[in-house]
């Protein structure tokens, strides 16, 4: 018997496209196309399967990404009868893990990520914030390297290999010269419209969390892994402030994927569009068998982004 972990993608994984064939076969997607349209006061269906410059503007990528993610849970579940243990996701991701859990309704996930992504997108003026993916450095180098820069964090711990930083924009870009200096091989400005996950966005985080206080939880039908911390997650009563945290905080994204291989998850399905986290599993399972000793052998990562995708997952439950 598998023991399963869904996982969702954050921004950045986003295309025009994505979630239309799921769209073109299932009714029960196109409803929750319609609802969110009502939800939101615009056509979703245009959003994501039209050539448009919204979809890349996080104030509509961020509802956009949730509505994909879930309503392509709920036809997993469905129609394959698979059910997690776990859940997680990179970021924004986290609300769809949250919401699969059974801790935020569908509707009120998409509510509060629509109003995330506003947020974020007000805290800091266009242009003042950046972020940047490092490339094949050590932690430890880029954690030296940003102590002696003011303005410049930590945003993701992706996977081995692969940090990203964020903060201000001159403090981003002195960050990225001096790591290569010191031998990353690789650092590339992301095009993004803020300085996410930085402390830039302490103010966001608190409107955020004053909004969050007025939602409804549900009980938990299994737990989740929050980004803030990389712990497993029981108590719903924690939810609303980790939340509120995570705008301004890293995302610990390596350290909660190994977290749930230490809690025993041997299958993870990546559900949504794209296969980042799929693409970061690999190494975060090579540094893991290494650092413990384990045998990673048995562990498998399915993406689903298409019907098809969906039938290759037949006898994992």
Not at 55 to 72: G, K, S
Request: with cysteine; net charge negative; charged share 20%.
């Amino acid at each position: 018997m598998s023991k399963i972990a869904f996982i969702y993608p954050g921004q950045g994984a986003q295309h025009m496209g994505m979630g239309k064939e799921f769209f073109d076969a299932f009714e029960s997607v196109r409803t929750r196309f319609e609802e969110c349209s009502g939800l939101l006061g615009y056509d979703m269906a245009e959003l994501c399967f039209t050539e448009n410059d919204r979809l890349d503007d996080t104030r509509y990528t961020q509802p956009a990404m949730v509505l994909v993610e879930l309503a392509l849970t709920e036809v997993l579940m469905r129609e394959k009868g698979i059910r997690a243990e776990l859940s997680a996701g990179l970021s924004l991701g986290e609300y769809a893990a949250i919401s699969e859990a059974g801790i935020f309704s569908f509707q009120d996930a998409v509510k509060t990520v629509a109003l995330r992504g506003r947020l974020m997108a007000e805290a800091v003026p266009a242009g003042e914030g950046a972020m940047a993916a490092v490339l094949g450095a050590d932690v430890s180098l880029i954690q030296e390297v940003l102590e002696q820069i003011e303005g410049a964090y930590i945003a993701n711990y992706n996977c081995p290999g692969q940090i990203v930083i964020t903060g201000h924009k001159k403090a981003v870009e002195t960050a990225c010269g001096k790591l290569q200096e010191a031998g990353a091989r690789k650092c590339v400005l992301l095009n993004v419209s803020g300085p996410f996950h930085s402390p830039l966005l302490a103010g966001a985080g608190k409107e955020l969390g004053e909004a969050l206080s007025e939602v409804a939880l549900g009980e938990a039908i299994h737990p989740y892994v929050a980004n803030v911390t990389a712990e497993i997650v029981s108590d719903t009563a924690m939810v609303k402030e980790l939340l509120e945290q995570q705008v301004s905080s890293s995302v610990r994204w390596q350290q909660s994927v190994e977290n749930m291989l230490q809690a025993g998850i041997d299958t993870f399905v990546e559900i949504g569009p794209g296969k980042t986290l799929a693409g970061f599993m690999k190494k975060i399972l090579k540094e893991y068998a290494g650092k413990t000793g384990a045998d990673v052998s048995g562990i498998r990562t399915f993406t689903v982004n298409t019907p098809e995708d969906m039938e290759k997952l037949c006898g994992i439950e």
